[in-house]
Nanobody, 123 residues
Framework: QVTLVESGGGLVQAGGSLRLSCAASGRAADVWDMGWFRQVVGEERAFVAA????????YYADSVKGRFTISRDTAKNTVALQMTSLKPDDTAVYYCAATLSDSYRSAYDYAYWGQGTQVTVSS
């Protein structure tokens, strides 16, 4: 069992920045690849970014590339998502997730999920 807890969401104006954090604990929390997804009411959960176990490899959705940065602190078992140049379209509930799968873009590949944190970007 792996427990994930997100923090850092909130309300920000367009063009602003937010930093989300995800703390992982439990069974071998350091061996999982980690991802961030977001979901708007009525839509499917969408891939945002992912990072490999060691932090060497990162992947991004085209919609956030160049604006968001995913990172992890392996010693603390935390994963962060630094979001800059935020747009109203970035408004969603953001989820942290853990996977052992070789693929990372589908929510179905992730075994554990956090409770989510709301990000609202006003225009």
């Amino acid at each position: 069992q792996v427990t994930l807890v997100e923090s850092g969401g909130g309300l920000v104006q367009a063009g602003g920045s937010l930093r989300l954090s995800c703390a992982a604990s439990g069974r071998a929390a350091d061996v999982w690849d980690m991802g961030w997804f977001r979901q708007v009411v009525g839509e499917e959960r969408a891939f945002v970014a992912a990072i490999s176990r060691t932090g060497r490899y990162t992947y991004y959705a085209d919609s956030v590339k160049g604006r968001f940065t995913i990172s992890r602190d392996t010693a603390k078992n935390t994963v962060a998502l630094q979001m800059t140049s935020l747009k109203p379209d970035d408004t969603a509930v953001y989820y942290c997730a853990a996977t052992l799968s070789d693929s990372y873009r589908s929510a179905y590949d992730y075994a554990y999920w956090g409770q989510g944190t709301q990000v609202t970007v006003s225009s």
